[in-house]
């Protein structure tokens, strides 16, 4: 009976093991193959919002430095959304070759004229727009209209007719857009600024805590505010921060009222872990360091703390992620603007805000999923670094 018993217990245990591990399988594979097609360099390097924009292009005689065959086998385009209708054709007049693709995104299909090639010193690329500022043509940028004439319905051989006459071209382009670039910036801005904020206070009150602090009622008040921090659910710290730094410090949503919510957010864990590894340090350091006349504020800043930085280091590795993932403060705080923010006083979104975003708004579970393995990439590779930086601590101080 006591081995039956046994035996159950211990498959209790597989069986839970397995479903834990199934579980994350499953939602991994359902994001990886739900997001997995829309991945790509394109994906990365584009804003989410389109840009559509008039430039100059110098006419110039930049004759076709491959052949034909060539030109096809380098012929830009997105595989994994569009779809070619034609050969790339060249104008030596532009600089630049244009192909007829099939686009299609969230569901729709529509025919467009991309940028496939661009020649080695083509004008194209130092194109400039109507304000005198330079954006150039790139690759992948489509091509709507040709001094005032539209490419829709024209065969592309006409291109060079087009431009004949004219020792300028007014080209209207569209960069292309649905990317993260700005949602990716605009979360590294948020963990800088974040940790910027709570990292030396929390570590100054795990000090506090640990080393000045006598038991007594102040500290058991701090560390019950510790504890009730931890439990509140973000949305209320959202709501908090919508109050009092959007409205009545008049902030407005912006990263600086974002990176000050979640900067309360993150207090307890760098609080608590920061306070362990400070615990965590042998008595016999102290004593010793004392014992060589070293004073306490010596003792903590050039053996306790170098010490306790591995632990200190797993603080922030949490924040991160923590940072990373949130999403209803930072709805109520930061906004949903897709853009680098400009200043701290400027709206943006961050990479779980912007999936929120396209995943209840437009429908887009494809993107959706596309930026949250963005997201799944950018924690593992910033883990990693956090783990790297914490073993160069270990080696120096062991």
């Given at each position: 009976?006591?081995?039956?018993?046994?035996?159950?217990?211990?498959?209790?245990?597989?069986?839970?093991?397995?479903?834990?591990?199934?579980?994350?399988?499953?939602?991994?594979?359902?994001?990886?193959?739900?997001?997995?097609?829309?991945?790509?360099?394109?994906?990365?390097?584009?804003?989410?919002?389109?840009?559509?924009?008039?430039?100059?292009?110098?006419?110039?005689?930049?004759?076709?430095?491959?052949?034909q065959?060539?030109?096809?086998?380098?012929?830009?385009?997105?595989?994994?959304?569009?779809?070619?209708?034609?050969?790339?054709?060249?104008?030596?007049?532009?600089?630049?070759?244009?192909?007829?693709?099939?686009?299609?995104?969230?569901?729709?299909?529509?025919?467009?004229?991309?940028?496939?090639y661009?020649?080695?010193?083509?004008?194209?690329?130092?194109?400039?727009?109507?304000?005198?500022?330079?954006?150039?043509?790139?690759?992948?940028d489509?091509?709507?209209?040709i001094?005032?004439?539209?490419?829709?319905?024209?065969?592309?051989?006409?291109?060079?007719?087009?431009?004949?006459?004219?020792?300028?071209?007014?080209?209207?382009?569209?960069?292309?857009?649905?990317?993260?670039?700005?949602?990716?910036?605009?979360?590294?801005?948020?963990?800088?600024?974040?940790?910027?904020?709570?990292?030396?206070?929390?570590?100054?009150?795990?000090?506090?805590?640990?080393?000045?602090?006598?038991?007594?009622?102040?500290?058991?008040?701090?560390?019950?505010?510790?504890?009730s921090?931890?439990?509140?659910?973000?949305i209320?710290?959202?709501?908090?921060?919508?109050?009092?730094?959007?409205?009545?410090?008049?902030?407005?949503?912006?990263?600086?009222?974002?990176?000050?919510?979640?900067?309360?957010?993150?207090?307890?864990?760098?609080?608590?872990?920061?306070?362990?590894?400070?615990?965590?340090?042998?008595?016999?350091?102290?004593?010793?360091?004392?014992?060589?006349?070293?004073?306490?504020?010596q003792?903590?800043?050039?053996?306790?703390?170098?010490?306790?930085i591995?632990?200190?280091?797993?603080?922030?590795?949490?924040?991160?992620?923590?940072?990373?993932?949130?999403?209803?403060?930072?709805?109520?705080?930061?906004?949903?603007?897709?853009?680098?923010?400009?200043?701290?006083?400027?709206?943006?979104?961050?990479?779980?805000?912007?999936?929120?975003?396209v995943?209840?708004?437009?429908?887009?579970?494809?993107m959706?999923?596309?930026?949250?393995?963005?997201?799944?990439?950018?924690?593992?590779?910033?883990?990693?670094?956090?783990?790297?930086?914490?073993?160069?601590?270990?080696?120096?101080?062991?």
């Open positions: 009976m006591r081995k039956l018993k046994d035996n159950l217990l211990k498959s209790l245990i597989y069986l839970s093991a397995f479903i834990t591990v199934g579980i994350l399988v499953w939602i991994l594979g359902y994001v990886f193959s739900n997001g997995i097609g829309l991945i790509n360099w394109n994906f990365i390097s584009n804003e989410y919002n389109e840009k559509t924009s008039y430039v100059e292009v110098k006419i110039t005689n930049t004759p076709l430095s491959i052949n065959e060539s030109l096809n086998e380098k012929a830009f385009y997105n595989q994994k959304v569009d779809k070619p209708l034609s050969d790339a054709i060249y104008s030596e007049k532009l600089g630049i070759a244009v192909m007829e693709v099939e686009h299609s995104l969230r569901g729709k299909k529509e025919n467009q004229f991309i940028v496939a661009i020649e080695n010193g083509s004008e194209a690329g130092e194109a400039l727009d109507k304000s005198g500022k330079k954006i150039g043509i790139n690759l992948g489509v091509i709507t209209k001094d005032g004439e539209a490419l829709e319905g024209k065969d592309l051989k006409d291109l060079n007719a087009i431009v004949s006459g004219s020792n300028e071209s007014l080209v209207k382009i569209t960069k292309p857009g649905y990317g993260v670039l700005t949602n990716i910036v605009t979360t590294l801005y948020m963990i800088i600024l974040s940790l910027s904020i709570a990292a030396p206070i929390g570590i100054l009150a795990a000090i506090y805590l640990v080393e000045y602090a006598k038991p007594g009622k102040l500290v058991n008040v701090i560390r019950f505010a510790t504890e921090l931890s439990g509140i659910p973000s209320i710290f959202g709501l908090f921060g919508m109050a009092f730094f959007v409205v009545f410090l008049k902030f407005n949503l912006s990263l600086l009222s974002g990176a000050l919510t979640i900067s309360i957010i993150l207090l307890p864990v760098i609080i608590r872990s920061t306070e362990e590894a400070l615990k965590s340090v042998p008595d016999a350091y102290r004593e010793a360091s004392y014992g060589l006349g070293a004073t306490k504020l003792t903590i800043s050039k053996i306790i703390i170098p010490s306790a591995p632990g200190i280091l797993v603080a922030v590795i949490l924040s991160i992620g923590r940072i990373v993932g949130e999403s209803a403060a930072l709805l109520l705080t930061a906004g949903t603007v897709a853009k680098i923010p400009e200043s701290l006083f400027a709206s943006g979104s961050t990479l779980t805000v912007q999936a929120y975003y995943a209840k708004e437009e429908a887009n579970i494809q959706a999923c596309a930026i949250g393995i963005v997201v799944i990439v950018l924690i593992i590779v910033l883990n990693i670094l956090a783990k790297l930086i914490s073993k160069i601590f270990n080696k120096a101080n062991y």
